[in-house]
Each structure stands twice: as structure tokens, then as C-alpha cells.
């Protein structure tokens, strides 16, 4: 723990309030991730989407607008505010939820699935950005990891309405049938209007909650900045955190220059940031719930069954998740980032095996299961408080921007090349490339990954660039 914090006393209920809000853009990001696996089979019959590019193109082009979202947010941040970034997702979400349920053409759906990316993609990068600025340094790793709750509730609420909206469905169910049911006209339209409720009451909450303090001192609001700080803390901590925010931008201008990120001792940070980005993603997991039909249908279960297994899927993401709030600020993050890796490479290759050998049934979901467990408790949130925190304070917008849209490419790549490569190698080999990254994951991340548990921003920011 910070020596700065060793004996404060904080406003729990103000502090928990806010980061509650604004990790509600993690919800959205999380419903409106997964919605689209459960409504796959609906809209891909209504919209008669055939061959298997149109199918990763239904799937990951809201991965391009989480692009966009991501690369506007960092200069937009630093200029405007985290806070006023998040209203504007929300909105965002609103429109997309709306908008995608009402599509009458492939082409109108595509537009707001792109929307709502772009939301996802400014909610993906300030909400645990904003909840690590405004955290105390011994519980920012818990605090920053709500946000990764809120993203899996909204996976499994997700899950679950897809399950409930759904009408059961018949093994030998043809295409035709399915367009001519209410699954088939309606039903895929009600599982994404569902979304609006969350949406919109994000956009209202978050009027409600300060700007984030490291913002507003870099910004030059230094007394609006301490109010905010007391309301954390008592006076006392207040000042002392101003007093460190105020040190690590000496000499700083407002405006960031992107090219300074190439700056030796930032490109270092940044790079390390990037790679963990990216290997959060192509370790593989999120397929399991962006094509949870192909995965579920290849071993042996049917339509109604495979929704059903989807929701325990989603269960256990939520159970594991307190797993990772509880240890991530005990544990530390290096050690639960190298268990995730390593984790996973192992179960990757009995997953690969079953597959590999044809063996059907509830042993598949079960590895599954292990899989979304291991994940869940370590790579999942502890990749999130990992790039909120190591970068320094005056680029921390414009470096978590570029790593973050980078996870986004590499989550397109993923949800665009998995049917391919499915359908050109099997699921076999398809698992074990996955176990193969996780390797070479393990291998960096024991190389290269500091451990920042109990520190203050400030403080890794020393230890990282040396100054």
C-alpha cells in the first residue's frame, strides 16, 4: 500500500457510487459484445447471409466502430474530459440498441452495429481509465476490476435474454423455418432493444459524477480537482494528491503531441502495453462467446441446448470475475496474468484433443467452462487495470487510446478470421493456434511485466520512465 494511504480514511459510498456509474459503460460494452452470438442464427436467416465472409462481417463490424471509438477517444479525452466522452457513448449505445433492432436491410443493420462500436470502443477506454484516475492506490486494482464485472454481467444478461426472448427451436429446423418464425422476424430484434434501458440510464448517471481529478490538474482546474479529491478523501489526502499529480506534470503543456509517444522511455510503456492489449484477445477466449453456435454445435448439441450451455457459460465468467476483484490487489497482477496464460495453453490442448478426436458431449463443455473460469479470474480484468494504470499521467489518454484500438484490431482479427480458419483447419488446429499464443504470452509477460499492485499512479510512473 502507498505510504501516502497507509492510515486515510475514504468516502467509501461516494467512491464505489461513482465508479458503479461509470463502469456501466462496461455493461453496455459487455451486452452489446455478446448479444450478437445469441441472435447469430435469427439474422443471419432474415438478412440471408450465406457464405462465411458475410457471416465475420456481421460479426466484427462493430469491432471497426470500436476502432474509430478507440482512436477518437484518446485526443478527445485529453480536450474534452473523460466524462464527457462517456456521455457520448451512451448515447451512442441508445441509438445503436434502437436503430439495429429496427433494420430492415443488411446494410442499415451494419451502420449501427458500427454506432454502438464506437460506443464500445470510447466506454472500453475511459470507463477504467476514469475509475483508475479517480481510485485510491490500494483498491484501484478492485475498483478498475468493476469495470470488468459490469462487462461480464452484461455478457450474461446478454446470454440470458437471448435464452428467454428465443422460442425453442427443432433439431431439423431448415433455414426456411427459422425466417418465417418469431425468432426468425422478431425475436433478434427484441434481444438488442432490450439494450436501450441500460443505455439510456447510463447516459443520464453519468451527468451525475465529477470529472476525474488528474484531468481537471492537467487541465489547470486545480481547485475544482481538490474538491473532487476530498470527496474521496479527508483534506489531508486531498492535498497530498494534489501535491503528486501537480509533480508529475512539471513543466508539462496541455496538449499532447502523439509523436512524443516514440520517445524511447514511453515507446517502451506503450509497447508493453499494446502487446498485453492484443494477446487479451488472440488468447482466444472471446470466440468461445462471439461463435458459441459453431463451438457447441461441433460437439453435439442443438440450437436449444447451445443457449442453454451459453447461459452457464456466462454464469460462470460472473463467478470467476469476483475471483479476480478479490485476489487482484492481494495477489498481485503479474502473478494472475502468468496463470491465465499458462492456464489456458494447457486446456486449449484438450479442447484441440476433444476436437481432434471427435469426442462429443458434456466433457467439451466442460474444458470450455475451465477455460471461460481461467480467464475470467486473470487475463480478462487484470489486462484492463494493467493499461489504466502504467501509463504516465500527461499521455495516459493518448497511450490507453492506442493500446486500446489496438486490442480492438486484434479482436477483429479474431472474430473475422475464427470461421475461416475453422472451416480451413478445423477446430482442432484452431485451439492449438490459440495454445500457441498463450505461450509466447506466458513467455513476455514473465519477461517484461512489472508488478504495480499498492502503488499510486505517480509512483509506477517513476518507475517506469525513470523520471
Known amino acids: 500500500m502507498s505510504k501516502m494511504e497507509s492510515s486515510r480514511k475514504f468516502n467509501m459510498k461516494f467512491i464505489w457510487t461513482i465508479c458503479f456509474v461509470a463502469a456501466l459503460g462496461g455493461l453496455l460494452f459487455g451486452y452489446d459484445w455478446v448479444v450478437i452470438g445469441g441472435a447469430k442464427p435469427f439474422y443471419e436467416a432474415?438478412?440471408?447471409?450465406?457464405?462465411?465472409?458475410?457471416?465475420?462481417?456481421?460479426?466484427?463490424?462493430?469491432?471497426?466502430?470500436?476502432?474509430?471509438?478507440?482512436?477518437?477517444?484518446?485526443?478527445?479525452?485529453?480536450?474534452?474530459?473523460?466524462?464527457?466522452?462517456?456521455?457520448?457513448?451512451?448515447?451512442?449505445?441508445?441509438?445503436?440498441?434502437?436503430?439495429?433492432?429496427?433494420?430492415?436491410?443488411?446494410?442499415?443493420?451494419?451502420?449501427?452495429?458500427?454506432?454502438?462500436?464506437?460506443?464500445?470502443?470510447?466506454?472500453?477506454?475511459?470507463?477504467?481509465?476514469?475509475?483508475?484516475?479517480?481510485?485510491?492506490?490500494?483498491?484501484?486494482?478492485?475498483?478498475?476490476?468493476?469495470?470488468?464485472?459490469?462487462?461480464?454481467?452484461?455478457?450474461?444478461?446478454?446470454?440470458?435474454?437471448?435464452?428467454?426472448?428465443?422460442?425453442?427451436?427443432?433439431?431439423?429446423?431448415t433455414v426456411e423455418m427459422i425466417l418465417e418464425s418469431w425468432n426468425g422476424q422478431w425475436g433478434w430484434r427484441w434481444m438488442f432493444w432490450a439494450e436501450t434501458i441500460p443505455a439510456f440510464l447510463f447516459f443520464?448517471?453519468?451527468?451525475?459524477?465529477?470529472?476525474?481529478?488528474r484531468w481537471l490538474v492537467k487541465n489547470g482546474k486545480d481547485e475544482t480537482a481538490g474538491k473532487v479529491l476530498e470527496k474521496i478523501g479527508e483534506k489531508s489526502y486531498a492535498q497530498d494528491a494534489l501535491t503528486n499529480i501537480k509533480k508529475s506534470l512539471v513543466n508539462e503543456i496541455e496538449k499532447v503531441n502523439f509523436r512524443?509517444?516514440?520517445?524511447?522511455?514511453?515507446?517502451?510503456?506503450?509497447?508493453?502495453?499494446?502487446?498485453?492489449?492484443?494477446?487479451?484477445?488472440?488468447?482466444?477466449?472471446?470466440?468461445?462467446?462471439?461463435?458459441?453456435?459453431?463451438?457447441?454445435?461441433?460437439?453435439?448439441?442443438?440450437?436449444?441446448?447451445?443457449?442453454f450451455n451459453i447461459v452457464i457459460t456466462g454464469i460462470v465468467n460472473l463467478m470467476f470475475t469476483f475471483v479476480a476483484i478479490y485476489t487482484v490487489d492481494r495477489l498481485g497482477r503479474r502473478k494472475l496474468m502468468l496463470s491465465g496464460a499458462g492456464g489456458l495453453a494447457v486446456i486449449y490442448l484438450f479442447i484441440g484433443l476433444s476436437y481432434y478426436f471427435q469426442f462429443s458431449g458434456v466433457h467439451v463443455l466442460v474444458l470450455v467452462v475451465m477455460a471461460i473460469a481461467c480467464y475470467s479470474c486473470t487475463l480478462a480484468p487484470v489486462t484492463w487495470v494493467i493499461i489504466s494504470e502504467i501509463f504516465p499521467n500527461r499521455i495516459r489518454g493518448a497511450a490507453m487510446s492506442i493500446a486500446v484500438t489496438m486490442l480492438w484490431v486484434a479482436c477483429f482479427v479474431l472474430t473475422y478470421t475464427f470461421p475461416v480458419l475453422n472451416k480451413k483447419l478445423g477446430a482442432a488446429v484452431t485451439f492449438w493456434i490459440y495454445m500457441a499464443i498463450c505461450i509466447l504470452g506466458f513467455c513476455f509477460i514473465k519477461r517484461y511485466l512489472p508488478e504495480t499492485k499498492g502503488k499510486t499512479l505517480e509512483e509506477i510512473e517513476i518507475e517506469l520512465t525513470g523520471k
Request: hydrophobic share 50%; charged share 10%; aromatic share 12%.
Open 46 to 173: 432474415y438478412f440471408n447471409l450465406t457464405s462465411s465472409f458475410q457471416v465475420g462481417w456481421a460479426m466484427s463490424c462493430a469491432l471497426v466502430g470500436c476502432m474509430v471509438g478507440s482512436v477518437l477517444s484518446g485526443g478527445l479525452s485529453d480536450k474534452f474530459g473523460r466524462r464527457r466522452l462517456l456521455i457520448v457513448s451512451g448515447f451512442l449505445f441508445t441509438l445503436s440498441a434502437i436503430g439495429t433492432g429496427w433494420s430492415e436491410s443488411f446494410n442499415a443493420f451494419v451502420i449501427f452495429r458500427l454506432i454502438g462500436g464506437v460506443g464500445i470502443g470510447l466506454a472500453s477506454n475511459l470507463s477504467p481509465m476514469y475509475i483508475a484516475e479517480i481510485s485510491p492506490a490500494s483498491m484501484r486494482g478492485r475498483l478498475v476490476s468493476i469495470n470488468q464485472l459490469t462487462i461480464v454481467i452484461g455478457i450474461l444478461a446478454a446470454q440470458i435474454v437471448n435464452y428467454l426472448i428465443a422460442e425453442p427451436v427443432a433439431e431439423n429446423t
Open 260 to 307: 512524443e509517444l516514440l520517445e524511447p522511455r514511453l515507446m517502451k510503456i506503450l509497447l508493453l502495453g499494446v502487446v498485453l492489449a492484443v494477446f487479451q484477445q488472440w488468447c482466444g477466449i472471446n470466440v468461445i462467446f462471439n461463435y458459441a453456435h459453431e463451438i457447441f454445435t461441433q460437439a453435439g448439441y442443438g440450437v436449444s441446448d447451445m443457449l
Open 204 to 213: 443520464l448517471f453519468m451527468f451525475m459524477v465529477p470529472e476525474s481529478p
